[in-house]
């Protein structure tokens, strides 16, 4: 499953493969060329930082390391028997990605080129000015409260006759560029070959201020030294630059903009800048700053200031390969990942006059972290047939060294504001700041292959991996495979089977280790930050430094395991037209690593990381292929794709009260899926005296002001009661509304993914559609949670027009009251909306010039395109986008749609 990025060209999709089954890290491990990625702070670290954990691993997405037209296959292994080779780093998954190497034969140059807009597909509808205007005025005379002048038609300084500025429009790069050029040459013979390619991309964002260019250049090649030593290495540089706004803003994205006030104006000709200020001296321009709407100018701020990423990335392996005897090797692999994120902020004290919060000061940051991985790989197989019998017995031994640097440094007012030329000079606020982390992961693999007449195979592994994460005593896990395949076409009972081309059953089962934790925890750390002053306060006396442990040491923690059991067929039919596939998995991940909340009462800030809980993933994969040709010259095909996932939480720690749920928005519960929505369940709307009295002569709300619910308010259920000592929960209905009764409102894991492709092509012409989409999940409305919260200043959405008044006794909007004191906006089944969707991922045409015309030309291809990617959704969902990625808000800055007009060129 892989949920939209969103319009950022950096942003990183979320990719899960059979499911959520750890309560921490869940992305596969991505393997390029052999060489595992390693990505400092994509999983658990010492860091301790919040200055710089958000931003620690930088900006880059992964998958723009590559050039697209360099890869050659990716690959998805899903069972532990297919990723034992990777151990530990496998427990997730494991996506391989092979890119293209030098073939025999005469030279061959390619180039390719590609070149496209996107744009956002639509924006929140809010109100206007009057509508504005009039929903400020109803909020205070429902609260009770006086209207301020900037909303009253009678007073001097009322602004609702003002004009309504789109604050969304004016943050959105319309048609964003997005362009991709790359060339290509490889050759070869027996003795020797390689790969070049070099490439520069230029992607913006949809959101003013953000893009992201690329400049990539890999070299591979191969040598066959003598009958038995083989040679060979590859080389990928990447270097990429980004310009990020946001980190200039602190928050600029499509709601935030949304909910400005509409009568504040954006741009001013009387300034220097062009902007219209947010205040002048001490007086504001743009009415009370208490109002809550005014706040920045985010398109003034992101003009001036500057926010860069300058990531440096060396990816690369050499190998030596030695065949004594004829079935026997003996190959070494040294695979490096080294890369370099330098990251500089400067905020312009000029910028002090759009933003409330701002003080006129500039002020500098630089963040410098360098992440290495070295691997070192050890492999020996042999293989051997004997008649229709076939051996293979590897053994691999691996070692990969994981490392860390990263250094912060800021000042206010520096000698210089612009990022190309920087520096401090400065004794104001200095702070530095610096963290280090190495790691160690061992592995040792033994793997035993047979089949004969490849009818019959069998497979068995054995895996040894190491952690320097864990205590000594515990640092080494052992994890098995086994696997068998009957591959029952090729018996002669299935003669007379002429339809059927091939069919294979396969049934495996393995485990995998997860070591991904806080390192070190196993140690007892002491800080000795905490001071006081003896004999005076403030400063005076003596200034006592102190110390205490921040955290509890857990030496037994242990290898979070995830063992796999796996059924399935795979074959082919109707003269190969037809293929399909079906698998039945079970994934059960136990002893998953987590941090256990304590209470403040213990006195540490760091809780402790423990081995606690089970989760099981359970499901079914299908797909279905038709290739086929009407004639000569018209081709199609189409295929169709299933996965069911059925999450749930089998176990967790000791000494919980049963139907204990942790966490909150998101509850993880024993009998329930991981992160599973929970809140209050919305019954409907009060709409008249009689009814909010009768309900208060059987219920007390305890979370809001009981005594002011009036008809208009929203209703909570009553669910549960007070729990008994050593219940979670009561099941009997007590009257009274609080925490206790928060319920499951649904769940952010999806039941089922589905996907459509469909292809078509005569003589030179070919279209290809590609859908996706899933079912059975819910996700969070944050956005109508502020939109419509009709409690404070900002903007609304215009879904607030159909609000509860006398007049209009709306049963799913209710009135709008300045400070919400009955708390109608608590978090409630109001938010909660099913997030389905079917989306055209994508759609490209294209034409490929026949072989007589480009050879005139001395072209061996020649191939132009039309691409679009996002192009179409069918949703229920009220946002922008239903994606149900809990870790991010795709409503903020959506997927984007984009056209793109391509060409391929060989010669």
Do not use: C
């Amino acid at each position: 499953m892989v949920q939209s990025a969103s319009g950022d060209p950096n942003a990183r999709p979320t990719i899960r493969i059979r499911g959520v089954g750890t309560l921490g890290f869940n992305d596969p491990l991505y393997v390029i060329d052999g060489v595992p990625i390693s990505e400092f702070g994509a999983g658990a670290t010492a860091f301790a930082s919040s200055a710089g954990a958000s931003d620690i691993r930088g900006s880059q997405n992964i998958l723009n390391l590559i050039n697209p037209n360099d890869i050659a296959s990716i690959s998805v292994l899903k069972d532990a028997a297919a990723t034992a080779v990777y151990g530990m780093r496998a427990s997730n998954g494991v996506i391989l990605i092979e890119t293209k190497r030098g073939k025999g034969g005469k030279t061959t140059f390619n180039f390719s080129a590609r070149r496209g807009v996107r744009n956002v597909r639509d924006t929140y509808n809010v109100l206007n000015t009057t509508q504005y205007t009039n929903l400020l005025t109803e909020e205070r005379t429902n609260a009770g409260q006086a209207i301020p002048g900037f909303i009253d038609p009678n007073d001097p300084a009322y602004l609702g006759n003002g004009q309504t500025y789109n604050w969304q429009d004016a943050i959105q790069n319309k048609n964003a560029l997005t362009e991709d050029y790359s060339f290509s040459v490889q050759s070869g013979s027996e003795k020797a070959n390689f790969f070049f390619s070099g490439g520069i991309s230029n992607q913006e964002s949809t959101i003013i201020h953000n893009k992201l260019k690329r400049y990539n250049a890999t070299l591979t090649s191969d040598f066959k030294v003598t009958k038995w030593l083989k040679l060979g290495e590859t080389l990928r540089i990447t270097h990429s630059e980004n310009d990020d706004a946001k980190g200039v803003v602190g928050n600029m994205n499509l709601p935030s903009e949304a909910f400005k006030a509409p009568w504040q104006p954006i741009y001013d000709a009387n300034d220097p800048t062009g902007f219209a200020r947010v205040r002048d001296g001490g007086g504001d321009l743009w009415g009370p700053s208490s109002t809550g709407a005014t706040g920045i100018n985010s398109l003034a701020v992101s003009s001036i200031g500057q926010d860069q990423y300058s990531i440096l990335r060396n990816l690369g392996s050499v190998y030596a390969e030695i065949s004594p005897l004829e079935g026997l090797i003996f190959k070494g692999t040294l695979g490096v990942d080294w890369n370099n994120n330098v990251r500089e902020r400067v905020r312009s004290k000029r910028y002090f006059n759009f933003h409330v919060n701002s003080l006129p000061v500039t002020n500098l940051l630089h963040r410098n972290l360098t992440n290495f991985s070295v691997l070192t790989e050890f492999l020996t197989s042999y293989t051997k047939e004997i008649n229709d019998h076939n051996f293979q017995l590897l053994m691999n031994i691996s070692k990969q060294k994981v490392g860390t640097n990263w250094n912060q440094s800021g000042a206010d007012n520096p000698i210089f504001e612009d990022l190309e030329r920087t520096g401090f000079n400065s004794t104001e606020n200095q702070g530095i700041e610096s963290f280090k982390e190495r790691k160690i992961l061992t592995g040792t693999l033994f793997k035993f292959s047979y089949n004969f007449n490849s009818k019959y195979y069998i497979d068995a592994s054995y895996r040894r991996d190491g952690s320097s994460v864990f205590a000594p005593g515990n640092r080494f896990g052992d994890f098995f495979g086994a696997s068998a395949a009957w591959r029952v076409s090729d018996e002669a009972f299935m003669e007379n089977a002429s339809w059927l081309d091939d069919l294979k059953f396969r049934v495996s089962w393995g485990q995998t280790g997860n070591q991904e934790t806080l390192p070190y925890s196993y140690l007892a750390s002491i800080s000795l930050a905490p001071g006081y002053s003896l004999l005076g306060n403030e400063g005076a006396g003596f200034n006592i430094g102190g110390a205490f442990q921040p955290g509890i040491p857990t030496p037994d923690l242990s290898w979070e395991t995830s063992t796999t059991t796996n059924i399935g067929f795979d074959g082919a039919a109707l003269g190969n037209r037809l293929g399909f596939s079906f698998d039945y998995y079970n994934r059960l991940t136990t002893d998953i690593l987590q941090a256990f909340p304590l209470p403040m009462t213990f006195g540490v800030n760091r809780n402790p990381q423990v081995n606690l809980a089970e989760v099981s993933n359970k499901g079914i994969e299908l797909s279905l292929n038709w290739n086929d040709k009407i004639g000569d010259d018209f081709g199609y095909n189409f295929g169709m794709n299933l996965t069911t996932v059925t999450n749930k939480v089998e176990k967790l720690t000791e000494n919980l009260a049963e139907g204990t749920v942790l966490g909150g928005t998101y509850g993880t519960q024993v009998g329930s899926s991981l992160g599973f929505i929970y809140g209050y369940q919305m019954e409907g709307i009060f709409q008249t005296p009689a009814e909010v009295d009768a309900w208060k002569a059987t219920h007390t709300d305890q979370d809001g002001a009981h005594d002011d619910i009036s008809p208009g308010d929203v209703r909570f259920a009553d669910l549960y009661g007070n729990p008994a000592t050593g219940e979670f929960k009561s099941d009997s209905p007590d009257g009274l509304i609080n925490v206790n009764d928060r319920t499951k409102l649904g769940k952010t894991i999806p039941g089922y993914y589905y996907g459509f492709n469909m292809g078509a092509n005569y003589k030179g012409f070919d279209v290809s559609l590609q859908w996706q989409g899933v079912g059975d999940v819910q996700k969070v409305n944050w956005v109508k949670m502020s939109g419509e919260g009709m409690a404070g200043d900002g903007n609304q959405l215009s879904t607030v027009l159909d609000r509860w008044t006398p007049s209009n006794p709306s049963n799913t909007v209710p009135r709008a009251l300045y400070g919400d004191t009955v708390k109608n906006n608590r978090f409630s089944s109001r938010y909660v909306e099913d997030a389905d969707y079917l989306r055209l991922q994508n759609l490209q045409i294209g034409y490929t010039f026949d072989e007589k015309f480009i050879s005139k030309l001395n072209l061996s291809n020649l191939r132009f395109y039309v691409s679009g990617n996002n192009v179409a959704l069918f949703t229920s969902y009220s946002g922008l986008d239903p994606d149900a990625n809990i870790l991010s808000n795709t409503d903020l800055n959506p997927p984007a749609t984009s056209w793109l007009l391509g060409m391929n060129l060989t010669f």
